[in-house]
């Protein structure tokens, strides 16, 4: 069973860095794309960022493009979230998620909610102006 525990959520000022951090665990062969999503207050979960993991590519949302960066750790398993310039309009509950079954590179780019299976709990970012 995938098991996700993010962390590093916390206040920060616009133009701030955070660094969140998702642990998995239990990941098999059907995990080939984990990423981000957030959910802000009043909107409906939205992709930030995914990585395909077989080859280590990369896709984001054109809201965070060249601010957010995606970094995994295969030996601990880790997904980090690296978040630049911050902006009040990245308030949001962050999520990290992990697909069930095998997506390709061409479904893990589509930044696609549907995709994934494993959810975690979540950790609250939120950026004063």
């Known amino acids: 069973q995938v098991q996700l525990v993010e962390s590093g959520g916390g206040s920060v000022q616009a133009g701030g860095s955070l660094r ?5 665990s239990g990941l098999d062969s059907g995990t080939d794309c984990m990423g981000w999503f957030r959910r802000a207050p009043g909107k409906e979960r939205e992709a930030v960022a995914t990585i395909y993991t077989d080859a280590g590519t990369t896709y984001y949302a054109d809201a ?4 957010f960066t995606l970094l995994r750790d295969n030996g601990e398993n880790t ?4 978040m630049n310039s911050l902006k009040p309009e990245d308030t949001a509950m ?5 697909t ?5 590179a061409g479904g893990c780019a589509r930044l ?5 299976g494993s959810w975690g709990q979540g950790t609250q970012v939120t950026v004063s102006s």
């Open 79 to 82: 997904l980090y979230l690296q």
């Open 100 to 104: 069930l079954l095998p997506i390709r």
């Open 94 to 98: 962050y999520y990290c998620a992990a």
């Open 20 to 24: 969140l951090s998702c642990v998995a």
């Open 112 to 116: 696609r909610e549907l995709y994934f």
């Open 64 to 67: 965070v493009q060249g601010r």
